[in-house]
């Protein structure tokens, strides 16, 4: 199946600093990747859709000026969790899938474990 | 707006022992179904998926899901679960394939007794 790549897997990081997390589709091209959060022993919340070219399409109750996402290309998407604060440690996850209705599954990353001290 | 509802948070089993894991889905048409399996600190796994045609699918590791429209289900099962099943497991429904997002259900924490 294709392959999601996300990087780091762990970040520690301090109060106030931002974080750049990265999700790459490695073998296919993907318009569009989802971000989601997982807080511990929780399910997996979506956060936003990223969209290739053009804005990120937040869920209600996301900070978008807090969680930002840029899709710069076809292969790449990144979050970045600005001013981070200890309350926004968490899992996050990114997912994609091939366009055009070429795959019925959603392929995952690793996953990001941040911790913010 | 489509929902996911996993009823049991823990389950244990013991090992040898036959398994099913419960997830009902809240959908207006025809969903896309998915088993996914994480291990602590890990990404998601994929066990099985249902779209169409026949509603029991194999999935890898042993496991099969039926689907049910009638009860608006998508059941996992094993018939002998291993020390190694013990993980977290998620029900999903999406509204189409693998360019839209998920929704997930809260899990069922599995773990296996020797």
């Known amino acids: 199946g294709a392959v999601v790549s996300q990087h780091p897997s762990w970040v520690i990081c301090k109060s106030g600093t931002s974080v750049k997390i990265e999700c790459r589709s490695l073998?296919?091209?993907?318009?569009?990747m989802f971000w989601y959060r997982q807080f511990p022993k929780q399910s997996l919340m979506l956060m936003a859709t990223?969209?290739?070219?053009?804005?990120?399409?937040?869920e209600q109750g996301v900070e978008k000026d807090k969680f930002l996402i840029n899709h710069a290309s076809l292969t790449l998407s990144t979050l970045t969790v600005t001013s981070a604060h200890p309350e926004d440690s968490s899992f996050y996850i990114c997912?994609?899938?091939?366009?055009?209705?070429?795959?019925?599954?959603?392929?995952f990353g690793q996953g990001t474990r941040l911790t913010v001290v | 707006a489509q929902s996911v509802t996993q009823p049991d948070i823990h389950i244990t089993v013991s090992e040898g022992a036959s398994l099913e894991l419960r997830c009902n889905y809240s959908y207006g048409a025809t969903p896309y179904l998915f088993w996914y399996v994480q291990s602590p600190g890990q990404g998601l796994q994929l066990l099985l998926k249902y779209f169409s045609g026949d509603t029991l699918v194999q999935g890898i590791k042993g496991f099969e899901a039926e689907f049910k429209r009638s009860q608006s289900s998508f059941n996992l099962r094993k018939p002998s679960v291993h020390w190694s099943d013990a993980a977290e497991y998620f029900c999903a429904v999406s509204r189409g394939g693998g360019g839209n997002k998920l929704t997930f259900g809260t899990g069922t924490q599995l773990k296996v007794e020797l």
């Open positions: 073998d296919f091209q993907a318009t569009t």
């Open positions: 997912s994609a899938g091939e366009p055009g209705g070429g795959s019925t599954e959603a392929f």
């Open positions: 990223s969209n290739e070219g053009s804005k990120a399409t937040y």
